[in-house]
């Protein structure tokens, strides 16, 4: 089955204690990134990738970061979380640039920074 | 400026009507135009995506666009309950998409 999978999907921390979100894809998709879902705001991309090795700012990167060694993961990185970083965060995956219309979401991580 | 406008709502319609969610898009190099769905708690999922002036359907969605007046709208006709979810309009101006803040749809059986 083609998916997107988060772990956690939830998860209560403190401010700055460092903390990774982990996203993997099983349709050898290049391109991956990472949003983060806040009401009245909607989804705003903070990070994404086009393949391996080469990642990008999105509109909203200040405060996280991401790797891409593999094609099939992409991690969410958060050094030092502060309580604005409390959010749905999602990824999602496609084939590439052009392969706009099959863009897959994973099923979102809840955070909470207290 | 927002790239996408949504109206928040919530938007009501009884079952059996039509539904209709409307979207601004504010770059005139917008190429790409979306439709998501997205229930509470889930993730989106894509319903609909238009390229060219015109209407597309599929099925009870119809997907409406209008460039000239940056313009994207979905019509679903014969609304369920099953509808009921928040509508994520999203365009892609160069290679990211740009979502707007969703609309709350609720189908009243």
């Known amino acids: 089955e083609a998916q997107v999978t988060q772990n956690p999907r939830y998860l209560i921390t403190v401010t700055g204690k460092k903390l990774t979100v982990t996203c993997s894809q099983n349709?050898?998709?290049?391109?991956m990134s990472w949003y983060r879902q806040d009401p009245g705001l909607g989804l705003r991309q903070i990070y994404y990738s086009m393949n391996v090795e080469v990642t990008d700012k999105g509109d909203v990167p200040e405060g996280y970061k991401v790797s891409r060694k593999e094609k099939r993961n992409f991690p969410l990185i958060l050094e030092s979380p502060s309580p604005n970083q409390t959010s749905l965060y999602f990824c999602a995956s496609r084939p590439g640039l052009a392969g706009v219309e099959t863009q897959y979401f994973g099923p979102g991580t809840r955070l909470l920074v207290l | 400026q927002k790239e996408v406008e949504q109206n928040s709502g919530p938007l009501s319609v009884p079952e059996g009507a039509i539904a209709s969610l409307n979207c601004t898009y504010s770059?005139?190099?917008?190429?790409?135009f979306f439709w998501y769905r997205q229930y509470s708690g889930k993730s989106p999922e894509l319903i609909m995506f238009?390229?060219?002036?015109g209407d597309k359907e599929d099925g009870r969605f119809t997907a409406q666009l209008n460039k000239a007046s940056q313009y994207v709208s979905l019509l679903i006709r014969d609304s369920q309950p099953s509808d009921s979810a928040t509508y994520l309009c999203?365009?892609?101006?160069?290679?990211?998409?740009?979502f707007g803040t969703g609309t709350s749809l609720t189908v009243i059986p």
């Open positions: 770059d005139r190099g917008s190429q790409s």
């Open positions: 238009i390229y060219s002036n």
């Open positions: 349709m050898n998709h290049e391109y």
């Open positions: 999203a365009v892609i101006p160069g290679n990211q998409f740009y």
